[in-house]
């Protein structure tokens, strides 16, 4: 069955126009909401939208609900990369996007029923909200909804997130395929996802058979900032016997963290990576600290927009379609914030503080 065909079939199931039906299938935005409840259900019972173009977008108008902090680049600038990419991925189509702040937990449900029965919503991007209530209601409403960065602990939305627990795993294999083995974490563990990245750093260390004490290994931070990152390191660095003590890598749980664990390293005459290696999680808002490029695991980031939206249109094309969750890879990206240990050394429990010869690496383009 061509395209025309398929308008007629529409048009004369639902008694309205051509025109009507056609600026509809292709995802326009000048047609009623009634007019496109009955185009797009018709086309859904006769199974026509298993054959249209799954490039059409078909709504136009869609409702963010995320953290207040994640509509500033000041103050969350993952998150804001994460809307930046939404809107930019439906840049192409006549869609709206607005917005709503939402507390991560204990949110105003009051707010969000407000915002979610609004006419205008059709559709709902729900990023970095980890209640459960709000999850529970979203999947109870008939509009498509897709997660971002959360997880919905019943199975019943579509959600997209980059794949916390092998991030954390594949920079702790990175570090130890250079030769590095006492590897100290430094994470910020508010959320979940979090929790899934230290996870993940866990089980690449019991794969090396090198054991994890969560006392020696793990320092945690109530935020992701330089400031907090910077003064729990001093304070680690300080409670040392001796700087003989020092770990071979500090693996910070973003760039700004970095950039704390930088500065407190160079507060103590330490430079990286001679004295200390340094590896972040993040590596998109600083590529150099101090003049030393720093290796990292790109998260992905922007990408999440993008596959996130292809989850709205694939559930409106396919409403029975089963609820799926797509964890997004990392990258790593080799820079000079890393040196490589010989792998011929056999690395003592408590190691001698040595200047290596494999302070700089080739920077990969």
Known sequence: MNGKLKIQQIADQTGLSISTVSRVLAGKANT????????????????????????????????????????????????????????????????????????????????????????????????????????????????????????????RLDSVSPDHHSIGASSVHYLIEQGHRQILALQCLRRSTMELRLTGIKEALADHNLAFDAQRHLIVTSGFGAQ?????????????????????????????????????????????????????????????????????????????????IQLLQRRILRPDAPFCKILLHGKLVVRDSVKKISLNRVAPALRTHSHGIYDRLPTEE
């Open 32 to 155: 009623s909401a009634s007019a496109k409840a009955r185009v797009l259900a018709c086309a859904q019972e006769k199974g026509i939208f298993e054959n249209l173009s799954a490039g059409r977008l078909m709504l136009n108008n869609i409702m963010i609900f995320a953290p207040a902090r994640a509509f500033d680049v000041r103050t969350d600038i993952f998150y804001y990369r994460v809307i930046q990419g939404i809107i930019q991925a439906v840049g192409q189509y006549e869609v709206r996007v607005r917005h709503c702040a939402l507390e991560e937990n204990d949110s105003d449900i009051n707010l969000f029923m407000e915002k979610l029965s609004d006419p205008l919503t059709e559709a709902a991007l729900i990023i970095g909200i980890d209640d459960p209530h709000v999850h529970t209601l979203a999947a109870d409403f008939s509009k498509p909804c897709v997660l971002i960065n959360c997880h919905d602990k019943n199975m």
């Open 228 to 308: 907090e990152a910077e003064q729990a390191i001093t304070e680690y660095i300080d409670h040392l016997p001796s700087l003989a003590d020092l770990p071979d890598t500090i693996l910070a749980g973003g760039d700004f963290m970095a950039v704390g664990v930088v500065n407190a390293l160079k507060k103590h005459g330490l430079s990286v990576p001679t004295d200390v290696s340094v590896m972040s999680t993040d590596g998109f808002n600083l590529a150099e600290i101090h003049d030393v490029a720093l290796t990292a695991v790109h998260v992905p980031r922007d990408e999440l927009g993008l596959e996130a």
